[in-house]
């Protein structure tokens, strides 16, 4: 078993839709959460980060941590098709360099 | 965009033959790290650098070894490339170490590798 899993999708939504995308874990000990957006033939950028439990917002983006169930999400709200990429979870504990990725989730947005 | 470079962006090389991939850094990050793209498996670490001649491995390292000379430049050598690591090779700078502060990870574009 991965210690990070995300469903690969691809997960095809109409444009204006809420978009749900999901990652769990199995190490409690991770408390740091990100998640990076991946366009086509380019590297990831840094879409949210999220310290501990709780939801964090930016924009049409909102980033949601429950530890107590090992499970991490990120809603688009009002989804555009330039939201159509790869969105990969990452995560990790305070005491090592490595983050652990899930495979990531490619997302479709219908015009 | 973060000042990084990552050269070539694509090779094709023979099975055997000892390859190197260039990371180049314009923004002084003290971390590093060399990945690997492959579809199902996400990234997956193959070596990361924490200073000048500091390096260590990461879940992938059978095959690769890396060198950092310099703070900007950071090396990805395959001894003897097999078809196993044809993938996509992203480097990566952050400014402390991942999942400390409030961290971000820069990505550079990325090398497509095929070994025939």
């Known amino acids: 078993q991965k210690e990070v899993e995300q469903d690969p999708g691809p997960l095809s939504v109409p444009e204006g839709a809420i978009v749900s995308l999901n990652c769990t874990y199995s190490?409690?000990?991770?408390?740091?959460f990100m998640w990076y957006r991946q366009y086509s033939r380019k590297g990831p950028e840094l879409l949210m980060y999220?310290?501990s439990s709780g939801n964090k917002e930016d924009g049409r983006f909102t980033a949601q941590v429950d530890k107590s169930s090992k499970y991490i999400s990120l809603f688009i709200r009002d989804s555009q098709p330039s939201d159509s990429a790869t969105y990969l979870c990452?995560?990790?504990?305070?005491?090592?360099?490595?983050?652990?990725w899930g495979a990531g989730t490619k997302l479709i947005i219908k015009p | 965009d973060a000042g990084i470079t990552q050269s070539p962006r694509h090779k094709v090389t023979e099975t055997g033959t000892p390859v190197t991939l260039r990371c180049h850094q314009t923004?002084?990050?003290?971390?590093m790290y060399w990945y690997r793209q492959d579809p199902g498996h996400g990234l997956r670490l193959i070596h990361y650098?924490?200073?000048?001649?500091?390096?260590d491995k990461g879940e992938v390292s059978d095959g690769y070894s890396v060198s950092r000379s310099k703070t900007e430049d950071f090396l990805l050598t395959l001894e003897s490339a097999t078809s196993s690591q044809t993938s996509v090779y992203f480097c990566?700078?952050?400014?402390?170490?991942?999942?400390?502060?409030?961290?971000?990870?820069?990505f550079g574009q990325g090398t497509r590798l095929t070994v025939v």
């Open positions: 990452a995560m990790s504990d305070h005491s090592n360099y490595q983050l652990i």
């Open positions: 650098s924490y200073g000048v001649k500091d390096t």
């Open positions: 990566a700078i952050s400014d402390s170490s991942a999942g400390v502060g409030n961290t971000e990870a820069f």
């Open positions: 999220t310290y």
């Open positions: 923004e002084n990050h003290r971390y």
């Open positions: 190490n409690s000990a991770f408390q740091y």
